[in-house]
């Protein structure tokens, strides 16, 4: 079979590239709202195939230590539901969760007996490279595996790389960055640190006025313009030269991790100016964030009681990115959608977490907030990407502007997201339509069927 790639004509089988895998529904990347699609797939009667570049599922959740899932609740109730719930009993069964933090090594364990439950197929070390397209209807992806070159042929596909690396190799048409200057928010490479004497720790923070309600709930966090009970310490230590600071100014953050005494979690050091989608750009962000990560520790160690044995434990295997291409969908999510606390009829995930952007090029972050009680809804046409057929895209790289973005790219959403592509690919499998023609009441009533909320309430 000869098939178009990005840019030339790829023969598959017959003595070309060997197939690997064809199946009902084919998911590119096992992240946040990856593991969730390929379960929601398959748990739909979808024969699913799940290719990761890593050797474990979890994405920016497991290999960039992003181990906050964020509130995703409404006047006490949980907007997000669905798998995203079950996910939280899992790791709570464990003792390794408090319904917001979560073990990164805990969770990589669940992701795989869940996925293993589900019947879904499992390829790690796979890096998809290329789209195979028949005409503008994208039927798999040529992949770099130990072997060489392999083709994963598939009914539907899922961009969950976050990037939307399949979408724009298939030709949807993408947006990056802010629309003023194409500017991303900073990236961040976050650590662990161990050796950690968090009585100390906390005795420490709380002298200084910073609440610490038990050992397990240790939380710091500063930005110009937000926590300030420690905002003196890390300023001097910045105007000193001992905390790494450029355009980005300070920020630092860092909790306890659940079940792990003595150990510390950093969500930075942020870095500014990284391009997601560039392995250069991403290369120089890690060296540089590990270069700023002992010149940190080095910071806390001397000023910071608690700290005086800290060590590097690990620092994240990725480059933490909050965002980089975004689809051009079939519906743009808009930060007037945000303010105005939009409902849409094929809502597939609701929200209420701010629109949260770290500054590109100046200090600090800037968050806008909803009032009290009310939500946005997100469509399930922001997940249709233009131009292209059988191809889903879920994630932080849906169809949003950059403000709007920075109020959908966290964990609950992306797994909501993920739920509904998983659940439409399969149905789209089945009923040999695409995802564009799909029934969306019927996917709506599908999904409320798993426990999900969404459509209009």
Not at 399 to 408: H, N, W, Y
Not at 437 to 444: A, M, V
């Amino acid at each position: 079979m000869t098939l178009r790639s990005r840019n030339y004509r790829v023969t598959v089988g017959d003595g070309g590239v060997p197939v690997a895998a064809d199946s009902d529904v084919l998911v590119v990347g096992g992240g946040t709202a990856g593991v969730v699609a390929a379960l929601a797939a398959a748990r739909n009667g979808a024969n699913t195939v799940l290719i990761e570049n890593l050797g474990f599922l979890g994405g920016s959740q497991s290999a960039a230590l992003v181990t906050p899932i964020m509130d995703f609740h409404c006047d006490g109730k949980p907007l997000i539901t669905g798998i995203h719930l079950e996910m939280i009993d899992r790791v709570n069964a464990l003792g390794e969760n408090d319904g917001v933090w979560h073990n990164p090594e805990v969770l990589k364990r669940v992701y795989e007996d869940m996925c293993a439950e589900a019947s879904v197929e499992l390829r790690y070390y796979t890096q998809a490279v290329d789209v195979l397209m028949s005409g503008k209807s994208i039927v798999g992806v040529l992949a770099a595996a130990k072997a060489g070159l392999e083709g994963f042929l598939a009914k539907q596909v899922i961009d969950c790389t976050g990037d939307a690396d399949v979408a724009v190799a298939a030709g949807v048409p993408c947006q990056k960055g802010r629309e003023s200057d194409g500017m991303n928010q900073p990236a961040s490479l976050r650590f662990i640190a161990g050796g950690v004497d968090a009585e100390r720790l906390a005795s420490f923070l709380r002298g200084r006025g910073h609440p610490v309600p038990d050992l397990a709930h240790i939380e710091v966090g500063y930005a110009k313009g937000g926590a300030q009970n420690l905002g003196d310490l890390w300023e001097a230590g910045a105007a000193r030269g001992e905390i790494p600071a450029g355009d980005e100014g300070v920020y630092i953050q860092f909790f306890a991790l659940p079940g792990c005494p003595g150990l510390v979690a950093f969500n930075c050091p942020r870095v500014c100016r990284v391009d997601g989608t560039d392995s250069a750009s991403l290369t120089w962000a890690a060296i540089e964030g590990r270069r700023r990560i002992e010149k940190l520790l080095s910071f806390c160690r001397r000023n910071i009681p608690g700290f005086e044995k800290a060590f590097v434990a690990l620092s994240a295997p990725m480059v933490g990115i909050r965002e980089s291409r975004r689809i051009e969908g079939e519906y743009t999510l808009t930060v007037h959608d945000f303010m105005a606390a939009a409902k849409f009829p094929d809502a597939v995930a609701k929200s209420r977490y701010p629109v949260d952007i770290h500054n590109p090029d100046r200090e600090g972050v800037t968050v806008i907030t909803l009032p009290p009680g009310d939500y946005h809804d997100i469509p399930y046409r922001c997940l249709v990407p233009k131009v292209v057929n059988q191809l889903l895209v879920a994630g932080r790289c849906v169809s949003a502007t950059f403000e709007a973005q920075a109020a959908i790219r966290v964990q609950a959403n992306c797994r909501a997201l993920g739920e509904a592509a998983g659940t439409a690919a399969a149905m789209c499998a089945a009923e040999g339509v695409t995802p564009r023609r799909l029934n969306r009441p019927k996917l709506i009533e599908r999904l409320r069927a798993q426990g999900a909320r969404v459509g209009a309430d």
